[in-house]
């Protein structure tokens, strides 16, 4: 910053601070690991130039996006924040998934404590309609495909109609 203390930008690549250094404002001397990682993984000369072709509004931004991203370069340098990104998505895939087997074995526990129950429900196989994606089960159909959820990769979406809906994505 030109004062007392340089930046730790200047403070790593030991040189003179001066008062229009555009590494001042976003990395202080305080904070040393900060700029020190950042320029590790994308080197000093890069960033400056990054930030220079920025406007003043968007910078304070962008270092923060930076240094994000070489915190996750530095745990998982072939990924980064893709790695994370995707192991976050599976994560949330596979909570949906027993989320969805929750649901239809609550559908089934359901069905069974009905009174009336359904007509026919020992012959009823389950329809498939192709456009829709979505089965139409009952009775022991329900349990077979409980099984069969349990045990593969297919985000089941249940509505309120006792629909199932498969998405094969």
């Known amino acids: 910053m030109g004062g007392n203390s340089p930046c730790a ?5 030991r040189r003179r601070c001066a008062k229009e250094c555009i590494f001042a ?49 530095m745990r998982d340098p072939v990924y980064g924040c893709v790695g994370a990104i995707s192991y976050l998505q599976n994560q949330v895939s596979q909570l949906e998934m027993q989320l969805a087997v929750a649901q ?11 009174p009336h129950g359904l ?18 089960f009952s009775g022991d159909n329900l349990q077979q495909y ?9 985000n089941v979406i249940q509505d309120p109609l006792k629909r199932v809906s498969l998405d094969m994505t």
């Open 9 to 13: 930008s200047c403070k790593l690549l």
């Open 25 to 73: 404002p976003y990395f202080p001397p305080g904070d040393p690991h900060k700029f020190a990682i950042v320029h590790k993984v994308f080197g000093a000369s890069n960033v400056s130039k990054m930030l220079q072709e920025l406007p003043v509004h968007q910078r304070g931004d962008a270092v923060s996006s930076l240094v994000y991203e070489a915190n996750a370069r």
């Open 104 to 114: 239809a074995e609550i559908l089934c526990i359901q069905m069974q404590q009905e």
């Open 119 to 136: 007509p026919n429900q020992v012959g009823v196989e389950a329809v498939v309609d192709h456009d829709q994606k979505s089965l139409l």
């Open 146 to 154: 409980l099984n069969f959820a349990s045990s593969s990769n297919v």
